[in-house]
């Protein structure tokens, strides 16, 4: 295909902003896919990305549209994942595009997701075509929008094209947009072959698939490549382009987008960012930017029912073949017993893979609280990173700690911004800056992750009715007084609740927390001390009064069948508690001790 026939481009947009929707549409439109086979966001292959409406893993289409010049185009569409958890493949695949479809909700307007992912695109040289989507809409004010979008992102917005991707209004128009508003790539067909790995996934009946977006150079069925971070070398079993299908394709040109297979073991063996060349004859120097992406939140993973450790194992080592951004070793805990310390890029990736573990795999799973990566500056100089805040050596041996820090942007309507300030204030925020963009306020602030990665999202949805948006990306580690606390159960250190805190606020968390338990953990026979510790030093403390649990007290003896079934519910309610000592704690405590409203 000739270079000036292709248009490579990605949507980015707002979670909810229509995305799935525009880009089911435009496959639609164009034939791509019989009418018969098509279903609602057939880009979003995984079960959970469709039931949550998220974009998880990249995937591309391959359009065929004959234009209002005559000729028939190549339209390549990455679809990038919206959230801030995935933002590293959303950079890598802005990379393999030259422009982007900017896709704002009419009714709406620009929200911190948008920003986030729009400068990406800025920075990655796209040419930009904003699209103003649910005109259908009767709250849509489109003219609002355009000042919205040339205000915030200084981007003219006069030549939108507006469209309701629901009803199919204004599709065409988009169309053409891509073709005439869009440059086509550029490349040499007679350089040597540089590719880049823009995503890869395990399919069960493939194996691994490697998406590439070739740069330079051909690439054909039968090569054999060199895979440039990890010099591995496989030939290439299989090429194709996806429509969304797989459909063979005999070679790869300078701007073309595929996929191939080349027998390879694991997902984790593919680095996204990867520079792909062949094994003779390559090029000298990869592309630039390469950087693996790191977990930032890690957090334990142990089964409620401790003979259910090896099919964790099993199911977690299923996963990690197909995601390469999750990390995982082995943890032995002694309120838990044997389980797994996790890696995650974000909160939203941890849940993820949480409820696939659980849904795919049919696993019951405590899940302990979601820590940051603290640096410990030891006073012999070591610098150790601290993944588990159960795993804190004693103080005497630390110097300083240092914990990372993020640049959060907030966007939120006036009324709730009070409300936001005083979150952030409440969770160490320092502001940075406050702009104002018609009705809505974006903030942005300077925020510890350790307390943003718990519940801060959460906080935010509730105290704004689900009306603010937010973005972040880590800045710098920094240096802070920060304390391991640990909590006690009946005298006996729960490991799996230990946290890092700051010291200012030790108390008021360990007074919220050791309430908090008091709450969850069931009455016992004994009366049972709850505490909240730094070092040997309690800082809370609560006690759980002793009693009996009759539930079948209140059927009178009468109903056999209802007396059976309370009993049952009760049993129901036992397989979701761990033993501690001589205390039974509800796995859902773990994760309800930590909430701080
Ligand atoms: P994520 O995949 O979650 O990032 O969201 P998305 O941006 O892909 O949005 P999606 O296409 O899933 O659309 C979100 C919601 O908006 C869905 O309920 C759509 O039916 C609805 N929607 C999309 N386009 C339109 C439109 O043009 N008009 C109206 N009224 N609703 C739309």
Known sequence: TQLDHIRNFSIVAHIDHGKSTLADRLIQMTGTVAERDMKAQLLDSMDIERERGITIKANSVRIEYPAKDGRTYILNLIDTPGHVDFAYEVSRSMRAVEGSLLVVDASQGVEAQTLANVYQALDAGHEIVPVLNKIDLPAADPDRVKANIEDVIGLDASDAVMISAKSGLGIPDVLEAIVTRLPAPQGE???????????????????????????????????????????????????????????????????????????????????????????????EAPLPGFKPAQPVVFCGLFPVDAADFEDLRDAIEKLALNDASFSYEMETSAALGFGFRCGFLGLLH???????????????????????????????????????????????????????????????????????????????????????????AMVEYDLPLAEVVFDFYDRLKSVTKGYASFDYSISEYREDHLVKMSILVNDEPVDALSIMVHRDRAEARGRVMVEKLKELIPRHMFKIPIQAAIGARVIARETLSAMRKDVTAKCYGGDASRKRKLLDKQK??????????????????????????
């Open 189 to 283: 067909r007679d350089a040597p072959l540089r590719a880049m790995l823009v995503d890869s996934w395990y399919d069960s009946y493939l194996g691994v698939v490697v998406m590439i977006r070739v740069m330079d150079g051909v690439i054909r069925k039968g090569d054999r490549i060199r895979m440039m971070q990890t010099n591995a070398i496989y030939p290439i079993d299989r090429l194709a382009v996806l429509k969304p299908k797989m459909t063979d394709i005999a070679e790869l040109g300078p701007g073309e987008i595929g996929v191939f297979t080349a027998s390879i073991k694991q997902v984790r063996d593919t680095r996204v960012g990867d520079t792909i060349t062949h094994e003779r004859k390559g090029c």
């Open 572 to 597: 129901e309610g036992k397989k979701k508690m761990r033993q501690f000592g001589k205390v039974e704690i509800p796995q859902t405590a773990f994760i309800q001790a930590l909430k701080m409203d």
């Open 350 to 440: 941890l849940e993820v893979i949480r409820e696939r573990l659980e849904r795919e795999f049919d696993l019951d799973l405590i899940t302990t609280a979601p820590s940051v990566v603290f640096k410990l500056h030891m006073k012999d100089g070591e610098v150790r990173d601290l993944h588990n805040p159960a795993d804190m050596p004693d103080l005497t041996y630390v110097d300083h700690i240092e914990e990372p820090r993020i640049k959060a942007t907030i966007m939120v309507p006036d009324e709730y911004l009070g409300d936001i300030l005083k979150l952030c204030q409440d969770r160490r925020g320092i502001q940075l800056n406050l702009t104002y963009a018609g009705p809505r």
